[in-house]
């Protein structure tokens, strides 16, 4: 029986297109090159900060975001803020929690995400992130924190996330039931692979949770 719900952050709650468009804005490329980059690099199975390599030959990440950190202080760079968020993610938290599931959010990210995450005031209990567990997907320490934080088995919980590789697969290697979202260029990238099979829902948008809990035993 499924007590908890945990979602990924990136392409599950938020958008980031914003994200990628500023680095475009930066890089001084055209945000459809870019993006579409970022495309071929979810294809390849290939980090998608490689496409920051491939647009600018030498890019060195590290210092880039250094530089703009002097440049712009104050600025959202390459990070998010509510209006990030994807349309459907406080509903459908809400009604996850008053359907009596505990929701959590754990997913790969810097600690300036969990002030972020916190400051959205989200229908969550709990907010969690790789960088202040010191522990990142698809490592299974990263899985067992989750069911730990989360106080229940791992087959008690429901991981939700956009990618095979770094949430679906891993999260049921550690006992897990999954979902997998078809959004972003993972999401639907993914969901036309043959392990999708694996996820024990894929869904269209995070609506689709809650009615395919009901079906799961």
Excluded: C
Excluded at 141 to 159: D, K, M, Q, S, T
Aim: avoid cysteine; charge should be negative.
């Amino acid at each position: 029986m499924i007590k908890a719900v945990v979602l990924d952050v990136g392409e599950t709650l938020v958008d980031e297109t914003r994200i990628w468009s500023r680095w475009a804005d930066r890089l001084a490329v055209p945000r459809f090159a870019l993006l579409g980059v970022i495309g071929g690099m979810a294809a390849l199975d290939r980090p998608a900060t490689d496409a920051l390599a491939l647009v600018r030959p030498g890019f060195d990440l590290e210092a880039e975001e250094a530089a703009w950190e002097r440049d712009d202080p104050r600025g959202l760079r390459n990070h998010f803020d509510a209006g990030d968020l994807y349309p459907d993610v406080r509903d459908a938290l809400a009604a996850l929690r008053e359907a009596g599931y505990q929701v959590v959010i754990a997913g790969n990210q810097p600690s300036r995400a969990y002030d972020a995450l916190v400051a959205m005031d989200l229908p969550a209990d709990s907010v969690h992130t790789s960088e202040g567990w010191g522990v990142a997907k698809p490592a299974p320490e990263f899985f067992a924190r989750v069911a730990e934080v989360a106080g229940v088995e791992p087959e008690a919980v429901l991981y939700v996330g956009d990618r095979l590789d770094n949430d679906v697969l891993p999260a049921a290697r550690a006992g897990m039931r999954t979902a997998l979202l078809r959004r972003g260029p993972w999401g639907y990238l993914h969901a036309a692979r043959p392990e999708a099979a694996a996820a024990d829902l894929v869904v269209d948008d995070l609506h689709g949770l809650l009615p395919g809990l009901r079906d799961l035993t």
